[in-house]
């Protein structure tokens, strides 16, 4: 079996992704400082794979222990690059950690990689290098916008920090960026899915604590902007699906495929609005929520979503569950966490 290193692999996107791994053939080692996420997940992982998944506990910015993971998993076909900080509010208020942090942990990735001649690179990066598009929906080559935040700066920089590296003469590593739209729902098992820290800044969470009566009500973020219905739209693609698109890019850089560097959108190539998923909710659980229109959230970009040409095209991707599926999914995994989170 092909070891990958999954390195923020009991994140939400990476414990679904070291799932797709194992079930597609591949070893999924991870390495994780638990920042964002729990130890607990590895329960998760274990009850749905049935077997253990080895793991080690370490700050990726931490070199000289990232270095030993290196030395011990001498034969690594690849890494999978999800660690790094991502709320975008958090990011305001603490940009120095989250360069830091995001910025670092690439470095000392890509350095342990090239001493260990380790050459096949797939990293987490966002829609929000697009910034407020021109034109929707928005392909990978339509032009990056400023950053609405230190925390989309960092995955801008972060790509160019790859871009950059490919250029170089001595350069072996080659790179997949996945520029992922908005990931919701949860292992079908729901023994793992999201889980966020304090109260939820992202629509999907806070959706589902509030049909689990953990919130009020849910607060919908403006409904005056430039759409059909006036609230914002975005390119909702199950975590599942999004998980299986990092296991065919590993596949194409270990076929030797492509260029130095690559970018793909992650999506299903379909916008919804706020009401909309709102709407799907209600249909897919049979939940009601209780919602109230309030105020837009500083920051937020009105539309955008995927054209998936380029994914369907060349790696093949095509994401197989509907709005709806995901939703569903997203309420029974809420389901099994603690009523008062
Ligand atoms: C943003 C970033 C994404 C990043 C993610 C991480 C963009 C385009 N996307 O996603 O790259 O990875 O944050 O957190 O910048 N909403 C409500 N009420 C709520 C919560 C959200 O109406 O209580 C609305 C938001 O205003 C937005 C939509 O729901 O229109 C989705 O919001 P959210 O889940 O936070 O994701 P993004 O902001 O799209």
Request: net charge negative.
């Given at each position: 079996?092909?070891?990958?290193?999954?390195?923020?692999?009991?994140?939400?996107?990476?414990s679904?992704?070291v799932?797709?791994?194992?079930?597609?053939?591949?070893?999924?080692?991870i390495?994780?400082?638990?920042?964002?996420?729990?130890?607990?997940?590895?329960?998760?992982?274990?009850?749905i794979?049935?077997?253990?998944?080895?793991?080690?506990e370490?700050?990726?910015?931490d070199?000289?222990?990232?270095?030993?993971?290196?030395e011990?998993?001498?034969?690594?076909?690849?890494?999978?690059?999800?660690?790094?900080?991502?709320?975008?509010?958090?990011?305001v208020?603490?940009?120095?950690?989250?360069?830091?942090?995001?910025?670092?942990?690439?470095?000392?990735?890509?350095?342990?990689?090239?001493?260990?001649?380790?050459?096949?690179?797939?990293?987490?990066?966002?829609?929000?290098?697009?910034?407020?598009?021109?034109?929707?929906?928005?392909?990978?080559?339509?032009?990056?916008k400023?950053?609405?935040s230190?925390?989309?700066?960092?995955k801008?920089?972060?790509?160019?920090?790859?871009?950059?590296?490919?250029?170089?003469?001595?350069?072996?590593?080659k790179?997949?960026?996945?520029r992922?739209?908005?990931?919701?729902?949860?292992?079908?098992?729901?023994?793992?899915?999201?889980?966020?820290?304090?109260?939820?800044q992202?629509?999907?969470?806070?959706?589902?604590?509030?049909?689990?009566?953990?919130?009020?009500?849910?607060?919908?973020?403006?409904?005056?902007?430039?759409?059909?219905?006036?609230?914002?739209?975005?390119?909702?693609?199950?975590?599942?699906?999004?998980?299986?698109?990092?296991?065919?890019?590993?596949?194409?850089?270990?076929?030797?495929?492509?260029?130095?560097?690559e970018?793909?959108?992650?999506?299903?190539?379909?916008?919804?609005?706020?009401?909309?998923?709102?709407?799907?909710?209600?249909?897919?659980?049979?939940?009601?929520?209780?919602?109230?229109?309030?105020?837009?959230?500083?920051?937020?970009?009105?539309?955008?979503?995927?054209?998936?040409?380029?994914?369907?095209?060349?790696?093949?991707?095509?994401t197989?569950?509907?709005?709806?599926?995901?939703?569903?999914s997203?309420?029974?995994?809420?389901?099994?966490?603690?009523?008062?989170?």
């Open positions: 079996m092909k070891k990958i290193l999954v390195t923020g692999g009991t994140g939400y996107i990476g679904h992704t799932v797709a791994l194992r079930e597609a053939g591949f070893e999924p080692i390495v994780d400082n638990y920042a964002n996420s729990s130890g607990k997940v590895l329960d998760g992982l274990r009850a794979l049935s077997s253990d998944v080895r793991n080690y370490v700050d990726c910015t070199r000289a222990a990232f270095r030993r993971v290196f011990a998993e001498s034969d690594l076909a690849g890494v999978i690059h999800f660690a790094a900080f991502k709320a975008v509010g958090e990011s208020q603490k940009p120095l950690a989250y360069f830091q942090n995001n910025l670092g942990s690439l470095l000392v990735l890509l350095e342990l990689m090239r001493e260990f001649k380790v050459n096949n690179l797939v990293f987490s990066s966002s829609c929000t290098v697009y910034g407020i598009p021109d034109q929707l929906p928005v392909t990978e080559e339509t032009p990056t400023p950053a609405s230190p925390y989309g700066r960092t801008q920089m972060c790509e160019d920090i790859l871009r950059d590296l490919s250029q170089a003469d001595d350069n072996e590593v790179s997949i960026l996945l992922y739209f908005n990931p919701i729902g949860a292992h079908p098992s729901a023994k793992i899915g999201e889980l966020p820290l304090g109260v939820p992202n629509l999907i969470p806070f959706v589902t604590q509030t049909a689990a009566g953990i919130r009020e009500k849910l607060t919908i973020n403006g409904d005056t902007y430039d759409t059909p219905d006036g609230t914002n739209i975005r390119d909702y693609i199950h975590v599942v699906d999004l998980a299986k698109a990092h296991v065919v890019a590993v596949q194409r850089l270990l076929d030797g495929k492509g260029d130095a560097v970018t793909f959108n992650v999506g299903t190539g379909r916008g919804n609005s706020v009401l909309e998923v709102v709407q799907a909710f209600e249909r897919a659980t049979g939940q009601k929520l209780n919602y109230v229109i309030g105020p837009p959230r500083t920051g937020d970009v009105p539309a955008i979503y995927a054209d998936v040409t380029k994914a369907t095209q060349e790696l093949g991707f095509k197989e569950s509907t709005l709806d599926e995901a939703l569903a997203a309420w029974k995994w809420q389901q099994t966490l603690p009523a008062n989170a």
